[in-house]
């Protein structure tokens, strides 16, 4: 349980600096990936904090992929995972894309978790599939979805190139 101690500072909250302290622990391997965090109840009362303190640290790993929360069986370490095979074809794509000079590469780019907000991705997410239903779902042109392309195209480029 001693991995577990927080050193509360700052006007950050509570919540969130034990969800960066879990967060740490996971991306060092000091949780192994499927190991079973301490209980809501014990952890709360371990660190000196509300309940709902420790549900909202959980609920916040949860939503950037750091643990899974199982009802009635609780919560778990979930290591983030980058495939071999995806590496290897995401060399391979990129050697081809720095060969065309008119595509634009977009597979390296990671999102910065600290400035996503799951719920306006959810939000975007829905209506996504309200407007184009099940055709969202499914693979779309091999550069990509039309309409998304024409987006960036107009947003970025202000209409200046092609979409293609």
């Given at each position: 349980?001693?991995?577990f101690?927080?050193?509360?500072?700052g006007s950050?909250?509570?919540?969130n600096?034990?969800?960066?302290?879990?967060?740490?622990l996971?991306?060092?391997k000091?949780i192994e990936?499927?190991?079973?965090?301490?209980s809501i109840?014990?952890?709360a009362?371990?660190?000196?904090v509300n309940n709902s303190?420790?549900?909202?640290?959980y609920?916040?790993?949860?939503?950037?992929g750091?643990?899974i929360?199982?009802?009635?069986?609780g919560?778990?370490?979930k290591?983030?995972r980058?495939?071999?095979?995806f590496?290897?074809?995401?060399v391979?794509?990129?050697?081809q894309l720095?060969?065309?000079?008119e595509?634009?590469?977009?597979?390296?780019e990671?999102?910065?978790?600290?400035?996503f907000?799951?719920?306006?991705f959810?939000?975007?997410l829905n209506?996504?599939i309200d407007?184009?239903g099940?055709?969202s779902?499914?693979?779309q042109?091999?550069?990509?979805?039309?309409?998304?392309r024409?987006?960036?195209?107009?947003y970025?480029w202000d209409?200046?190139i092609?979409?293609e």
């Amino acid at each position: 349980m001693e991995k577990f101690i927080v050193k509360f500072e700052g006007s950050t909250t509570k919540y969130n600096q034990i969800a960066k302290h879990i967060k740490f622990l996971i991306e060092k391997k000091l949780i192994e990936d499927g190991e079973k965090l301490p209980s809501i109840r014990s952890l709360a009362t371990y660190l000196c904090v509300n309940n709902s303190t420790i549900i909202s640290a959980y609920k916040k790993l949860q939503e950037e992929g750091y643990v899974i929360i199982k009802d009635g069986s609780g919560t778990f370490a979930k290591t983030k995972r980058y495939s071999i095979n995806f590496k290897k074809k995401y060399v391979e794509i990129t050697r081809q894309l720095s060969q065309n000079k008119e595509c634009c590469d977009f597979t390296g780019e990671n999102i910065d978790i600290d400035f996503f907000s799951i719920n306006t991705f959810k939000k975007v997410l829905n209506e996504v599939i309200d407007f184009y239903g099940v055709e969202s779902l499914t693979y779309q042109d091999r550069i990509g979805f039309e309409d998304l392309r024409n987006s960036i195209k107009d947003y970025f480029w202000d209409g200046s190139i092609k979409s293609e």
